[in-house]
């Protein structure tokens, strides 16, 4: 069949497939819904693309007989078309991870399914049908977040190796080649219940701007689009340029910065560089209010905390800036034993394998993962103690605190207290004390230990 639509649609996903770098390739996988848009991507690739092409669906369990309908759907019509397509059925309500709602864990189940299925099946790309809409739909939905000019890009067009062939083409015409070509397509009964923010964009707002204000809004949001990915592109160097500036290391931290490089960058390019680290760490994007606040923050002295996700905090105050999972912001439980001279005992105490052993002898000793304290005793046996800094008495907290190490890392830094007839005294790996060998914590000690004790590993 000829139609000026399919030619047209044919035409854009080719010049897509160029500059996305995916049009030579031998092979695509398609993330197939059986909505409008994946249907037509299929079948426009099926036409339009010379190397091989499969498909991929994931029944998430969350609409019920709606989405055991689309299961079946999409199966039987690979089946007919004589497409290969992969089908997983996942329970993504029972599978979702501290602090993570339903919509972002399906999200993580489904891409995570596809990047299995493109590896095993040496597909060197996965196509989703975001098509123009979409990217004016995000865009907007940015835009009443509060972005700045990041957020005006909308939907990129590639993400390594997740691609976007129809992300210039409109959804009315993705729907007129479906009717014209006859290809049945699923609807999703959830697009027409307006009390979504995506759904009143997409359904009241936009016909409303394109019937009163402008006929060709959308294509004026995408040149927005366009510019701003090029700025973003472009910012994006820098970004990373600035990143590496501030980033530090530490054991226990998501990511650590040096906090007095970060006050000497500009207000730009520290939000740039936050905005880096946030994608890095595939963290939710901060809103212009939240990333000034953030900004503001990091511009203070004195401790804080500032939450970034429901499981990830940002925490400040001291030497370095840490984003710490919110669990390790726990001190764990205190525990103990008494051992005899020339004993040896193991215990476990948060992320931490401690081994002991009491010798007539001063000193710290490391092996590899391991930390194996030496401690000093004046007796045949002593009372040892593994807990927190905040577990102290006053004398010993103010000693240990008074440590360049972070506040933030002192909940999970263990503290040996040992008692016997003549001696009761604490050890804090980081203290100069304690530096010696090689191992995990020494890390730690390098960059917290104080300039006037040089280190002697």
């Known amino acids: 069949m000829s139609s000026t639509i399919r030619e047209k649609l044919c035409r854009e996903i080719k010049t897509a497939g160029e500059a996305q770098g995916w049009l030579d390739a031998p092979g695509i996988l398609v993330a197939l819904s059986g909505g409008g848009d994946s249907m037509a991507l299929l079948s426009l690739l099926l036409i339009c693309f010379g190397g091989r092409v499969a498909a991929a669906h ?55 399914f596809f990047d299995e299925i493109a590896r095993g099946e040496n597909l060197p790309f996965i196509a989703t049908g975001h098509n123009a809409d979409d990217a004016v739909e995000t865009m907007l939905q940015h835009i009443f977040r509060g972005t700045g000019v990041a957020g005006l890009s909308g939907i990129s067009a590639r993400r390594g190796r997740i691609v976007r062939p129809l992300i210039s083409c409109a959804r009315t015409e993705l729907r ?15 697009n027409d219940e307006n ?91 901060l809103d212009r209010s939240r990333l000034s606040q953030l900004c503001r923050l990091m511009s203070s002295s004195g401790r804080w905390r500032f939450q970034w996700a429901d499981d990830v905090e940002v925490c400040g105050g001291g030497p370095l800036l840490g984003w710490i999972p919110r669990s390790l912001l726990r001190p ?95 050890w804090q790996p980081g203290s100069i004390n304690c530096v010696r060998g090689s191992g995990d914590y020494v890390i730690i000690a390098k960059v917290f230990a104080q300039a006037k004790h040089p280190l002697s590993l």
């Open 58 to 112: 994931l029944e998430h369990g969350l609409r019920g007989e709606p989405s055991i309908r689309d299961a079946e759907f999409v199966e039987d019509y690979c089946a007919r078309a004589g497409v290969h397509c992969f089908v997983r059925r996942a329970d993504v309500a029972g599978c979702r991870l501290a602090g993570e709602s339903a919509e972002m864990a399906g999200r993580r189940i489904r891409y995570e």
């Open 176 to 190: 007129q080649f479906l009717a014209e070509s006859g290809i049945p397509w699923r609807e999703d009964e959830t």
């Open 195 to 285: 009390h979504y923010q995506r759904n009143k964009i997409r359904n009241q707002l936009i016909p409303w701007v394109r019937a009163n204000i402008n006929r060709s809004f959308e294509r004026a949001m995408l040149g927005l689009a366009s510019e701003s990915a090029e700025m973003n592109a472009k910012r994006a160097g820098e970004s990373e340029a600035s990143l590496a500036l501030v980033s530090r290391e530490h054991p226990f931290a998501l990511a650590a910065w040096d906090a007095a490089a970060a006050k000497r960058l500009s207000p730009a390019r520290l939000s740039s560089a936050l905005r880096a680290q946030g994608a890095k760490l595939a963290l939710p994007v």
């Open 332 to 426: 764990p439980a205190g525990t103990g034993v008494r051992i005899r001279r020339g004993e040896r005992a193991a215990l476990k105490w948060g992320l931490w394998d401690v081994v002991l052993e009491l010798e007539l002898r001063d000193g710290g000793k490391l092996k590899n993962n391991v930390w194996s304290a030496l401690l000093p005793a004046s007796g045949e046996e002593c009372d040892i103690s593994v807990s927190c800094v905040f577990d102290l008495n006053k004398k010993d907290k103010r000693r240990i605190l008074c440590a360049k190490i972070p506040w933030w890392s002192s909940y999970n830094m263990p503290i040996i207290s040992w008692k016997n007839e003549n001696r009761d005294e604490t």
